[in-house]
């Protein structure tokens, strides 16, 4: 498959638990964005990885997130003490070109569903 | 404050049938606008994309118009089908900024 993708596509975790969603972009594309998708509302951008630079971490909301990308390919985004309003789509997306939110076009895989009793 | 805005919130249209849906936005410095086709359970998908300098923009039985004097945008679906229902995703983005994402709106085509 050449598209991304993303694991699991659905975690049922309780309240206080970490936990752990994978995101593999396609192969080559260097830039990758995770973003969080509630009931109702627009995607939320988190953190933006590009090639070996710094990540962009501005959009993350609070302490509990972090995301890592090894070898510039695969991310992993660690929610810790999960709270009931963590419960969300988590989508991940990549692209090609180096203008992070320029003319490129972002390419998403299917989401995460997060629940969190 | 960077904004975008998308009407209707849902809409429910017989196969066959046209619609348009539309989209505001405050988003300034402007780049350029996409509209992004959701289906359930699926992550979004760019239809078209508009700079400045462009006012429609087609792909199929999708046509986008951006009016960059009144910072409107539609997408306008002709002969509707049943695998339109999606959710359709207004994204604009600012030189320099990132990019900001309507609500959408939910379609629903039925038969």
């Known amino acids: 498959g050449a598209g991304v993708s993303q694991s699991p596509s659905n975690k049922v975790t309780e309240k206080g638990k970490d936990v752990e969603l994978r995101c593999d972009p396609i192969s080559g594309h260097t830039a990758l964005y995770w973003y969080r998708q509630s009931l109702g509302q627009g995607l939320e951008f988190l953190i933006y990885?590009?090639?070996?630079?710094?990540?962009?971490k501005s959009g993350l909301p609070s302490d509990r997130f972090s995301a890592e990308r090894t070898g510039g390919s695969v991310s992993t985004l660690t929610i810790q003490r999960t709270q009931q309003e963590d419960s969300a789509v988590y989508l991940c997306?990549?692209?090609?070109?180096?203008?992070?939110?320029?003319?490129?076009?972002?390419?998403f895989g299917p989401g995460t569903r997060l629940t969190v009793l | 404050k960077n904004q975008v805005e998308q009407s209707p919130q849902s809409l429910i249209i017989l196969e066959g049938k046209n619609c348009t849906l539309q989209c505001n936005y405050t988003v300034s410095p402007f780049s350029n606008l996409r509209w992004y086709k959701q289906d359930t359970g699926r992550g979004p998908v760019s239809l078209t994309i508009?700079?400045?300098?462009?006012n429609t923009k087609s792909n199929g039985r999708y046509t986008a118009t951006l009016d960059a004097d009144t910072k409107q945008s539609s997408l306008h679906i002709t002969a509707s089908q049943l695998s339109d229902s999606a959710s359709y995703i207004c994204v604009v983005s600012a030189r320099g900024n990132k990019l900001v994402f309507g609500a959408g709106t939910i379609l629903r085509v039925k038969s």
């Open positions: 997306a990549s692209s090609p070109g180096t203008n992070p939110f320029g003319d490129n076009e972002q390419f």
């Open positions: 990885f590009q090639g070996n630079s710094a990540p962009d």
């Open positions: 508009m700079t400045f300098s462009e």
